[in-house]
C-alpha cells in the first residue's frame, strides 16, 4: 500500500483498498466517503470547513455542530461522551469516517467502540487517551520514553502539595490530574493561591516552572509513525499582555517566524515518535492527533503538555494554512496506514485567529445574548468560525465562553493579523470582548 504526498489540493492520498482514492474527483464505489465530525466548538468548525474542501468528501455530518457547522454539514443530536450514542448517530449516517473533536468522547472510550463496530475513527482510544486524560500518566509516559519535560510531583493531599510548591520554588505550577477544558492549570508567584487550587483538585501535578516562549506542534499519527504539521502559537491567558487567569485559549497564528529551524524535525524525534513508540509498546497504539505543548526553554525544547486531539483555537489557523486533501489524511490515520504521506502541502502566506467571548469568560460566561455579523469590508481575506453559538428562533445567540474566531489570512503575518481584527470588529453582541495583541509581536518582528 502507498502514498502520494506533497501535492496540491488536488492531489489524493492512497488509504487502502477498502476506501480507494480519497482525492479531488476521486470517490468510494459509486458515492465518495461519508464523514461525521463529533463536536461543536470552533476547532469542529474549522475541521468541518477543512473537509467541506475536500471534493472525495459526498456527504459531511456532524454531531451536535452549531450553527456555523450546519451551513455545510448535516447536524444531530448526539451525547458526545456516550460512545454508544456516537455510534448510533455513525451508523444512522453510513459514515465511512469519523473524526472526534473533543477530549471527553476521546477519554471515555468513542474510538474504541466506533472501531468494535467496524468503522474507522480519527482519534485514540481510552487508554491511549489517558495521555491528555492524566497528566500523572503523561508524565509516566514521558519519563519511559525519556522525554524531555519538567520535573514533577504529583500529589493527593496538602501535605504532599505543600512538600512540592516547596521543593520547586516559584513561579509555582500546579496542574490538575484530571480534564479540566484547557483551565486546570494555575501558574502564580502566590504561594496561597497555588495551594488553593492544589486543594481543589482531588489530585495534581506539580512541577518546575519552564521558561522561554511556548509552542503547539500537532503531529498525525497512525500508531507507528507520525507527520508534523505546522508549529502555532496560542495565548492561554485572558488578557493582553498575557495577564489574567488561562483560558481555553484567545487566539492562535502560523507560521513562526522566530522558531528555530529545524523544530518540527526535532520534537518528531525526540517527543512525538518516543510517545508514539511507549503508546505502542504498552498495547495502546495511538490513532490521532497528538498535540504537543512545549516551551523552547534555555535548557532546550521540553514539553509542557500532551493533548490527544486538535488544539483550539491552533487548529483554526493550521488547518487554513492545509492544502493537503484532509479527509485522506485523517483516514489514512484512522486506519493505521499513513505510508509515505508525511511530505504536506501547505499554503503560503500566514493566518491568524482572534477568539471572541461572551462577558463573564472564563469564570461564568453569559449566554443568550443575539449576535450581529456585520458584513466585512470589501476584499477583507478573512471569515468567522462558530465556537459557542445557537439558534433562538431565528436569531443566532450566545450559547458558550469562547462565542466566535475571526480568521484572518494574509501573504505576511501584518496583513493576516488586520484581516482577522477587521473580522473581529465586524462582530456586535453585548459585553463581546478579545485580547487585542494577538500576533503583535510576532508580527512586529519580536
Given amino acids: 500500500m502507498k502514498a502520494e504526498a506533497g501535492g496540491s489540493a488536488g492531489s489524493g492520498l492512497w488509504v487502502g483498498d477498502a476506501l480507494g482514492w480519497l482525492g479531488a474527483g476521486r470517490t468510494v464505489g459509486s458515492r465518495g466517503v461519508r464523514v461525521l465530525v463529533i463536536g461543536g466548538g470552533g476547532r469542529e468548525h474549522a475541521i468541518v470547513r477543512g473537509l467541506a474542501a475536500d471534493s472525495a468528501v459526498s456527504e459531511l455530518h456532524a454531531a451536535p455542530g452549531n450553527p456555523g457547522i450546519a451551513s455545510l454539514a448535516q447536524v444531530h443530536g448526539v451525547s458526545a461522551s456516550d460512545p454508544v450514542d456516537v455510534v448510533r448517530v455513525a451508523k444512522h449516517v453510513g459514515a465511512d469516517l469519523v473524526v472526534i473533536g473533543p477530549e471527553v468522547p476521546l477519554v471515555a472510550g468513542a474510538a474504541d467502540a466506533l472501531r468494535a463496530a467496524g468503522i474507522a475513527a480519527f482519534g485514540p482510544g481510552a487508554a491511549a487517551a489517558r495521555i491528555e486524560g492524566s497528566k500523572a500518566f503523561a508524565k509516566d509516559v514521558m519519563a519511559a520514553g525519556s522525554i524531555p519535560t519538567a520535573q514533577a510531583r504529583v500529589a493527593s493531599t496538602p501535605a504532599e502539595a505543600e512538600d512540592a510548591l516547596k521543593a520547586f520554588g516559584a513561579p509555582y505550577v500546579v496542574k490538575d490530574d484530571a480534564l479540566a477544558a484547557g483551565k486546570g492549570v494555575v501558574v502564580t508567584d502566590d504561594y496561597s493561591v497555588a495551594l488553593a487550587h492544589a486543594a481543589s483538585c482531588a489530585r495534581v501535578v506539580i512541577e518546575e516552572f519552564l521558561d522561554g516562549p511556548e509552542v503547539s506542534l500537532f503531529a498525525i499519527s497512525d500508531g507507528s509513525r507520525a507527520v508534523p504539521l505546522l508549529a502555532a502559537q496560542d495565548f492561554k491567558r485572558a488578557q493582553d499582555g498575557d495577564r489574567g487567569p488561562n483560558t481555553g485559549g484567545m487566539g492562535a497564528y502560523v507560521p513562526l517566524p522566530w522558531a528555530p529551524s529545524g523544530l518540527a524535525e526535532e520534537v518528531l524525534a525526540t517527543v512525538i515518535q518516543p510517545a508514539i513508540g511507549e503508546l505502542a509498546r504498552r498495547g495502546t497504539p495511538y490513532r490521532g492527533l497528538l498535540y504537543a505543548g512545549l516551551a523552547l526553554t534555555s535548557r532546550g525544547v521540553k514539553v509542557v503538555e500532551f493533548n490527544a486531539r486538535f488544539g483550539d483555537p491552533e487548529t483554526q489557523v493550521v488547518l487554513d494554512r492545509l ?29 491568524v485567529t482572534v477568539v471572541i467571548a461572551a462577558e463573564g469568560y472564563p469564570q461564568g460566561p453569559q449566554k443568550g445574548d443575539a449576535i450581529t455579523l456585520k458584513a466585512l469590508p470589501k476584499g477583507t481575506p478573512g471569515y468567522v468560525l462558530h465556537a459557542g453559538t445557537a439558534k433562538n428562533g431565528a436569531d443566532l445567540v450566545t450559547a458558550g465562553g469562547r462565542v466566535l474566531n475571526a480568521v484572518g489570512t494574509g501573504p505576511d503575518l501584518p496583513s493576516a493579523r488586520a484581516a482577522a481584527y477587521a473580522v473581529a470588529e465586524s462582530v456586535e453582541f453585548r459585553g463581546a470582548w478579545y485580547r487585542t495583541d494577538i500576533a503583535r509581536r510576532a508580527a512586529a518582528g519580536s
Avoid: C, I, N, Q
Fill in 323 to 351: 492544502a493537503t486533501p484532509l479527509a485522506g489524511l485523517l483516514h489514512a490515520s484512522a486506519v493505521g496506514d499513513l505510508g509515505a504521506a508525511a511530505a504536506l502541502s501547505w499554503h503560503p502566506g500566514a493566518a
